[in-house]
């Protein structure tokens, strides 16, 4: 065999799926058909926190008494900075695999047979395959050329009007920055509240906070069409069109594996999703799905995960996922963070009693723990000022089986956003 | 009895204390001689907070390629909006405690016997009597008329020249906030390092990035005097005298004991220190002493806990301190946090690979991850965005004896600061 392990695909699980196989001495082929590092690194997760983080700059200082400013910035200035970040961290990963002694081949990759691997006319064997081809935007027939994530994020001007069509996480993380940033923004979502994926008072928060930003929402709203002419025209069912310069198009993800070879093997599918067992394991077992494309909820963090568990199994050690603490994180504002599961019982502290939230002139949200009648700690679904870094303490409590009074008695540093949850941990018998 | 508790002093500490009493139907005597909250809510870790959020927020939007701006602040109404923010952590902990039923008095509290204590001429008694006096500014003869924390926390303009005596954590910390905030800014440190109670890596990071930000810094300098004529003139010892706008004199705190009493009872000192056992009592056991008082790092979390300590052990539950996961944090640039104690081995990843870090456009520092030969956590040093938010899961490993394997293995979100912690956390065998 050429290869131990070949990655159809170099995102987030496949690099680092690949670099843990590398670090341990296998020989590994990566087939990338465009950037490498995918979707996240270099259209998604990382473009979209700069400019968040951007975003949030802005509006501090705006809303800060005392402050005044006049700001401009110049996007086409920006995107260069912006790609720099993406390019230290995607170039930062590919040559670190090179150095691992990894072969990497630009080129659509699929799969001949169960060992085989062919890109751009060459077959390569494998012990094992790892297919991390990723999703691709849903598109809907008969709307063209709108802004998908990857153009929304490679603007070189602030949009005046701008239309998001659906109002999961990538709508709503858009909408909130350029909001931010002075754009008109109106969302457009068909079920009958925004981020439908999250828990319901954490999204309230956020729906709260983008209409006092001025955000017009529309739920319950169906899109009939868009036309472009120039300018967009948004048709939507029982209101009127709107105009628009820009319009998003957000209304989720799909697995990608078109032109993978899959069909060829009889691997099975759970819908369009590749069905694998808890190893990250297709109905081929020597052929490893991993990522957005493997089914569960499309996060990066999941695919870093997935890779991880592909890669041990390769290497001989027997391991399952366990995604009874998988975070699901939200850049909004506030931002929301959520892992576990609700329990029997909850406490929650609002933000507005966090010194430190107030000291970031934040009042918005709140800390919410979930734990059982035993003091078991289950989940905790948070929407504050930098809940991203602070849900993982959480996380690792329902991960190693800890109680609200582990974590209330872990002394926080003050002043913390963080002191929310050690608040929200405190009994009140 | 009057009373089942009263505190000498309603600092983080004592009202920490006083409510977890109140909550359990204890009748509550608290005296204060100046305002609710003591010194870190009204001129210590709060306003300061504010202010180096402020400068973060100036300078972020100053670094940011593509992003031209003007901005001038009025540090009068900025003053009153960060003493909005301070009045309503105090106002508020001041009305949670009057309504679950707290006598409040204003004046200077003593103890005349161990059940007895005096304020405005009244003698109140109590069954316990909890001591939180706090600290004070070190003052140096000869030298007066100068900033401590509380003038520099209130100044309505920014010094065009700020002399800082004292490179500790309160120097540093307002000695960056001014500078980024446009001040020209020295710091005389008589060590020959800043931050010298910081272990020296961390440290090293900060006083590289201050000289990158035209920081002058002065170690092993000793101010001679400091004299006042209209503006300051500064000599230094062995080198030419300055003149500054504004000069911090920011060389340590020491516990507040004056007047208090506790000499009449013979209560036992450790230094400067009430000597207190692991049950924060004093020698004369119905009396506690909690918060920088009562020695130890001064810390408000570390009072909030003392508190917490002296109450559970008032209310009948032995409960002896653990401080083996204190963290320190100082709000730096960048901000750093430690836990715990250093191990056998360690793994140091630096910032640069910190994929949110970068968003964030910032690139110094790294994170430090102590452990044992079998894995266990023993601390972490960390010197990176937001370290003060995501210190807490290292903090909670240590507490619960996990390894690095457990925090390695807890997803953590993507993109965060907190993944440079499990990286850390990764084996490289």
Request: proline share 3%.
């Amino acid at each position: 065999m050429d290869f131990d392990a070949a990655f159809i695909g170099s995102g987030a699980g496949g690099y680092y799926s690949a670099l843990r196989l590398l670090k341990r001495k296998k020989k590994v082929l990566i087939i990338e058909k465009e950037k490498f590092g995918g979707e996240c690194l270099n259209y998604g997760c990382i473009p979209s926190k700069a400019l968040i983080e951007l975003s949030e700059g802005i509006e501090y200082l705006k809303d800060m008494p005392g402050v005044s400013m006049n700001y401009s910035i110049d996007m086409k200035e920006w995107q260069k900075w912006k790609q720099s970040v993406v390019t230290r961290i995607t170039g930062g990963a590919e040559k670190l695999c090179l150095s691992l002694g990894a072969k990497i081949v630009y080129g659509k990759g699929s799969i001949k047979d169960r060992n085989t691997v062919t890109v751009n006319g060459t077959d390569y064997s494998a012990e094992n395959i790892i297919i991390d081809t990723g999703s691709v935007p849903v598109k809907i027939n008969g709307i063209d050329d709108v802004y998908y994530n990857r153009e929304i994020l490679a603007m070189e001007n602030i949009p005046e009007k701008l239309v998001i069509i659906g109002g999961g996480y990538i709508g709503i993380e858009m909408g909130t920055a350029f909001r931010k940033l002075g754009s008109d923004v109106y969302i457009v979502e068909m079920k009958d509240r925004i981020l439908p994926e999250i828990e319901e008072d954490l999204a309230r928060e956020v729906d709260k906070k983008l209409r006092k930003l001025g955000v017009k929402i529309m739920t319950g709203s169906r899109v009939q069409s868009v036309k472009k002419n120039g300018k967009y025209t948004v048709a939507i069912e029982g209101s009127e069109s709107m105009e628009a310069d820009t319009v998003l198009m957000s209304v989720g993800r799909v697995p990608n594996t078109a032109d993978t070879g899959i069909e060829k093997l009889g691997i099975q599918m759970d819908g369009k999703f590749i069905h694998t067992d808890g190893h990250k394991r297709t109905s081929v077992p020597n052929i490893y799905a991993i990522g957005d494309v493997s089914g569960g909820p499309m996060l990066a963090h999941k695919a870093f995960y997935d890779g991880y568990v592909a890669a041990e199994n390769i290497l001989g050690n027997d391991t399952v996922v366990d995604y009874r603490a998988l975070p699901f994180v939200v850049y909004t504002d506030p931002e929301i963070a959520f892992t576990g599961k609700s329990g029997a019982k909850y406490n929650k502290v609002p933000v507005l009693a966090n010194p430190r939230s107030l000291t970031m002139n934040q009042k918005e949200g709140f800390f919410k723990i979930y734990y059982d009648d035993d003091g078991s700690i289950t989940g905790a679904g948070v929407a504050a000022p930098r809940s991203s870094e602070s849900i993982t303490e959480i996380s690792l409590a329902v991960e190693s089986g800890l109680s609200i009074d582990d974590l209330f008695l872990t002394i926080h540093p003050h002043p913390t956003v963080s002191e929310g949850l050690k608040d929200a941990a405190e009994r009140n018998d």
